[in-house]
């Protein structure tokens, strides 16, 4: 039952993140490398505000405000100048500012880990279930449920506001989209913007887990890419779907002695596995290939 | 006449250049060790280049001319370093440390590597660009993650090698990047290269002519994977213990990094690369004192300005070729352009001239025709005869 609960968690950490990267891949058609440095940056918003001013609501407020204008920052500066170049130049690029956020962190904060652990002095909550006594952190379930209320509220943004309507537009066929009058520069900063904002509250959560340094961001942001591709990148409930499925796939190789120290390779074959049966993921859409 | 002419244009002096040059090397650093003029350092720095020259070699093939992105080419080197390392260090009490279990355990290091090759190279069939990158990532993670994990492979304090001679091992480190790149050219310039070309700019269309699409993309996986695997087992003899946290995702960006700055899809340009920035890394990680005295730097901010210097390079030279704002500069700054200025000639008739050697002048002509009052607008999306490669 922990474990579940936990796998959750992890669960829907790795679903917002995956919700960025696959946000952006679906729209601008794109892999945000930087993705999970945004993350980092967002931990380090946290950590300093809240061991400047000492309180947690002002240290989120910061970090989301922060995350977003980082990621809006990102695609006008690096991204939106190579719209019409290959995806591998754009690939290569999102590494290099990945590289460069990484760098950075690393001049200002040092290599050194630096924890942080609000969520975590919350406690945890004792009830009993069939018999047995089950404890379960706040920090999980704070988790689990601001990630459900994220995810619901962007499923609901993307299928009935004009935004959305626009975004899923865009996406669909860009060319057409601009010939209907959207402005699809714009469209796609919007999704940048969603995707640092869900960014923001991965870090809050991932906080709970691990200290925050440079590299804070790159391990979930790779695992959270993975699940993206799991669930079929461009799909959102794809990317939530594909989330929950490596946390819980990660907390259960954990948990058990004989194959936990084989984590990283089992998640990274599965990913490998489904992608040579299903090369567009879970929940991708197919697409027909023309010359 | 006509025959001596074919001979010139095949054997053009700039074709074997990257040859020459090497051979040079090769003969002014025997010179210069049997006279002892060269440090331990030097021999360990020349070996470093030489087996980073291997690897941007490598996985230029497979980024600049197959057209893939590979990031666990540091996965392969890993495979290649355990294996091969391992089997020299079985080796080592029948045939001895000498230069012929070197080229043993290189080419069994080189063989698994290919092999692992091979197996990342079956899905790598059925997926396409940015799938693919993420897969051969994960393949770098499982490669690491395993051999943390195996016991004789001595875990997370890695496996120990022990030092090869320092002279034999820089030697094969040079000759092994001759044959190696000797292979690669020569598989390029020759129809298997024009096939995988074909592969790259169009792969639908490089199928309907006829291309084998899946030996040739499992030709360049196998045959980069091989080249990684023997420029694994060097470093393992060079550094003297391999440590699975050296393999990781940075170290396959850092080759990437060689690759994109020498050119994508330039030889010549991957060697240069690959000695600058090996060279600029040792540098920077050993700093004469004098230097990190005068400008009171901690140990590791060098190597964070590293990182730093890395990130601007590559997000600069890909603006640079990429983006529409820089083609202006791009044009102006050209070196075509400038040579065209001092030959004397026209440079407006250079573009002109290459384009003679397909002779589908019709279809340019009708652009030209068809592009008078269409005149392409800043922001417009894509070039309508050039279709997205990432659109389906």
């Not at chain 1, 719209?83 to 999102?94: D, E, F, G, Q, Y």
């Not at chain 2, 352009?337 to 009708?366: C, H, Q, V, Y």
Request: net charge positive.
């Amino acid at each position: 039952m922990v474990t579940v609960i936990d796998g959750l968690s992890l669960g829907a950490i790795y679903a917002l993140i995956a919700l960025g990267y696959t946000m952006v891949y679906g729209i601008a058609k794109m892999l945000n490398f930087a993705h999970g440095d945004i993350i980092m940056v967002g931990a380090f918003a946290i950590f300093v505000t809240f061991s400047t001013l000492g309180h947690p609501l002002i240290a989120i407020l910061v970090a989301v405000v922060i995350c977003t204008v980082l990621g809006v920052t990102i695609e006008r500066l690096a991204y939106r100048p190579l719209r019409t170049a290959s995806p591998l130049a754009v690939l290569i690029t999102a590494i290099g500012v990945s590289y460069l956020l990484q760098g950075i962190a690393q001049l200002i904060f040092g290599a050194g880990n630096n924890p942080v652990n609000f969520l975590a002095s919350l406690g945890v909550v004792s009830f009993s279930l069939f018999g047995s006594q089950i404890n379960v952190s706040w920090s999980s379930i704070l988790t689990v449920g601001l990630g459900a209320i994220l995810m619901v509220g962007l499923t609901l943004f993307v299928k009935y506001t004009r935004t959305g309507r626009a975004m899923r537009a865009v996406s669909e066929d860009r060319g057409a989209a601009t010939l209907q009058g959207i402005d699809a520069n714009k469209i796609i900063m919007i999704t940048f913007a969603i995707g640092s904002f869900l960014a923001a509250f991965a870090s809050l959560f991932y906080l709970s887990k691990t200290p925050v340094n440079p590299t804070f961001g790159s391990m979930p942001g790779i695992k959270a890419f993975t699940a993206a591709v799991i669930g079929g990148i461009g799909s959102i409930p794809g990317a939530m779907l594909g989330g929950i499925l490596l946390g819980m796939i990660e907390t259960i190789c954990l948990s058990i002695p004989a194959i936990s120290s084989y984590t990283t390779a089992i998640e990274f074959s599965v990913l490998i596995i489904i992608l040579m049966i299903r090369p567009i993921g879970l929940l991708g859409k197919k697409r027909r290939v023309k010359v | 006449m006509k025959t001596l002419k074919y001979f010139k244009k095949q054997f053009a002096v700039k074709h074997f250049i990257s040859y020459f040059v090497l051979i040079g090397v090769i003969l002014v650093m025997a010179v210069l060790s049997a006279t002892g003029a060269l440090s331990r350092s030097a021999y360990s720095t020349l070996t470093k280049i030489g087996y980073s020259m291997i690897l941007a070699v490598s996985l230029n093939l497979v980024v600049g001319f197959l057209g893939e992105l590979s990031l666990g080419h540091a996965g392969f080197m890993c495979v290649g370093a355990y294996i091969g390392c391992f089997i020299f260090n079985l080796l080592e009490p029948v045939t001895g440390s000498g230069i012929l279990t070197l080229i043993i355990a290189m080419l069994s290091g080189g063989v698994s590597a290919a092999i692992f090759g091979f197996i990342i190279g079956v899905p790598a069939l059925r997926l396409r660009g940015d799938y693919l990158a993420i897969c051969t990532l994960a393949f770098g993670e499982i490669v690491r993650n395993v051999f943390k994990n195996l016991p004789f492979f001595g875990g997370a304090k890695g496996l120990n090698t022990g030092l090869f001679d320092r002279t034999t091992l820089l030697f094969v480190t040079l000759v092994t990047v001759l044959v190696v790149l000797a292979i690669v050219q020569n598989l390029i310039r020759s129809k298997h290269g024009r096939a995988i070309t074909a592969i790259r700019d169009n792969e639908i269309a490089a199928r309907a002519m006829g291309v084998n699409v899946t030996y040739y993309k499992l030709l360049v996986f196998v045959l980069s994977a091989f080249a990684a695997g023997l420029s694994g087992v060097l470093y393992g003899k060079a550094v003297g213990i391999i440590r699975q946290d050296n393999f990781s995702y940075n170290y396959s960006i850092e080759i990437l990094v060689m690759v994109v700055l020498g050119g994508i899809g330039s030889m010549n340009g991957s060697l240069i690369a690959a000695t600058i920035i090996t060279a600029v890394t040792v540098f920077l990680q050993n700093p004469p004192p004098a230097i990190r005295d005068a400008l009171n730097l901690g140990d590791d901010t060098l190597a964070i300005v590293k990182t730093i210097a890395y990130a601007v390079i590559l997000i600069l030279i890909i603006m640079y070729n990429n983006a529409p704002v820089f083609a202006g500069l791009r044009e102006k700054l050209s070196i075509k352009k400038l040579f065209a200025k001092f030959k004397k000639k026209d440079p407006g008739n250079i573009s002109a001239d290459e384009a003679k050697w397909d002779r589908i002048t019709t279809k340019i002509e009708m652009d030209e025709v068809l592009r008078v009052d269409v005149k392409k607008r800043e922001g417009e999306l894509t070039d309508p005869d050039k279709p997205e490669r990432g659109a389906k």
